[in-house]
């Protein structure tokens, strides 16, 4: 079975306000076995958003829209959607009565505006908002069933999970869809590509996806089969070739992001790490800091950005600052004033300007130190200041995960 979400709302068109709804639903109907095939974003305009109801009901077997159901000119989804399947709206007393109740226990005249929201469309069921004003709308025509909740993102919840997914239970044929992700590090996006494409482009199920950031590449599959148990075990199998092809690349194979990784090892091996960063500004520790527990292994973080202060806080003499000297001379200098079992360092130019230094944007140095002495790595990284920064940091984990692991 497939869905399609609507957003409704000139205000998700814009940078203010973001669509989260749809990603919510996407992920309760995935779970039930649904597939959303579409997702669409439509301004407050009737026409407009007529249409994309009508055309919604030619590919999907639901539609769910949300938004737009507010009493005032510019909620539009009820009329919208009365144009779109030719009926009528009538006016329900009930509702209305329920309406000015409300207001009056707030202590509050209900405004006339308010009584839009008592039109239902003919033939439609209606879903009490017990956490708002406009009731959502079921709607069963020719075998597809429309859904219209409130946008509020509380409201919709509430109203989805507890008066739609039983009724959508009941009727959806029973399909389990299970994602299995696997996340790489230290490799091009079309690298990787190239070397497992021809495992899975043999399948058309599971569905490949591949998703790249700085340094971070995920490759999601994701199976749709009758039982959980078989799309377990079709995702083992295509998962096993593509794991061996990308060996010690793959850093998780649950999704879990490397500072997680990264914790959990450090754990572990009940081995403390410290950091001393000048390019990434505080980002490596943040990262390393934004997992839960991570004051098990986590010591401190020095952000030295000056020569002074290189020298004062980690002992570092060497130049320029941008340098593997310097790298290493961080990493050095932070294990020998915490004691840590390890110490990650980074040095780099972020740009977009010099910074003072000789070196071109995107150079960047990250060194590691543990009992056995201190190792360094050079990169030449291109993109904007943030990209170069999270490649950075996402390298100095890395080389702490293969350091611990051996690799
Ligand atoms: P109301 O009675 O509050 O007017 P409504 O059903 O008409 O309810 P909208 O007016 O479309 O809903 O949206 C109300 C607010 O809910 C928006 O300002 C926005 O903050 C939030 N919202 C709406 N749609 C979405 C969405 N798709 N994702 C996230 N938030 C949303």
């Known amino acids: 079975m497939q869905a399609e979400i609507i957003a409704v709302g000139s205000e998700l068109l814009t940078s203010q306000r973001l669509d989260t709804n749809s990603l919510y639903l996407t992920d309760q109907l995935n779970a039930l076995g649904v597939e959303v095939v579409t997702k669409c974003v439509v301004g407050d305009d009737r026409d407009r958003l007529a249409d994309s109801i009508r055309r919604a009901f030619r590919s999907a077997q639901i539609v769910i829209i949300t938004g737009g159901l507010g009493p005032t000119e510019d909620d539009v989804t009820r009329d919208a959607v009365a144009q779109a399947l030719s009926r009528k709206q009538r006016f329900h007393e009930e509702i209305a009565g329920q309406l000015e109740e409300r207001f009056q226990k707030m202590g509050r005249k209900m405004a006339e505006v308010n009584k839009r929201q008592a039109f239902i469309i003919e033939g439609a069921e209606i879903l009490p908002n017990d956490r708002g004003t406009a009731p959502g709308q079921w709607i069963d025509e020719a075998g597809a069933s429309l859904l219209l909740l409130p946008g509020p993102p509380h409201e919709m919840k509430a109203m989805f999970t507890l008066q739609c997914l039983p009724r959508l239970e009941s009727r959806v044929p029973k399909l389990a869809i299970r994602t299995l992700v696997m996340r790489v590090a230290g490799m091009p996006e079309s690298d990787l590509d190239q070397l497992i494409a021809p495992v899975y482009k043999k399948y058309e199920n599971p569905v490949t996806t591949i998703l790249a950031a700085a340094g971070d590449i995920q490759v ?41 990784v990264v914790g959990e090892l450090l754990r572990q091996h009940r081995a403390p ?28 973080g020095f952000v030295t950005y000056t020569r002074r202060l290189k020298a004062e806080l980690l002992g570092v003499t060497t130049n320029p600052l941008v340098s593997k000297e310097t790298a290493e001379a961080m990493a050095v200098g932070a294990r020998q004033r915490t004691g840590s079992t390890y110490a990650l360092s980074t040095t780099g130019v972020a740009g977009p300007g010099q910074g003072g230094e000789t070196a071109p944007v995107g150079t960047v140095y990250v060194a590691i130190a543990d009992e056995s002495g201190s190792r360094v790595s050079h990169r030449q990284f291109l993109g904007d200041r943030d990209r170069i920064r999270q490649f950075t940091t996402q390298m100095a984990l890395d080389m702490l995960r293969r350091r611990i692991l051996g690799l």
């Open 220 to 260: 999601h599959l994701r199976a749709r089969c009758g039982t959980e148990a078989e799309a377990l075990a079709l995702l083992a199998e295509v998962a096993a070739p593509i794991g061996q092809l990308l060996g010690d690349r793959i850093y998780s194979r649950n999704g879990e992001p490397m500072e997680a």
């Open 273 to 300: 790490v410290s950091v001393a960063e000048s390019c990434t500004g505080g980002l490596l520790a943040e990262r390393l800091t934004s997992v839960p527990g991570s004051s098990d292994y986590f010591e401190a």
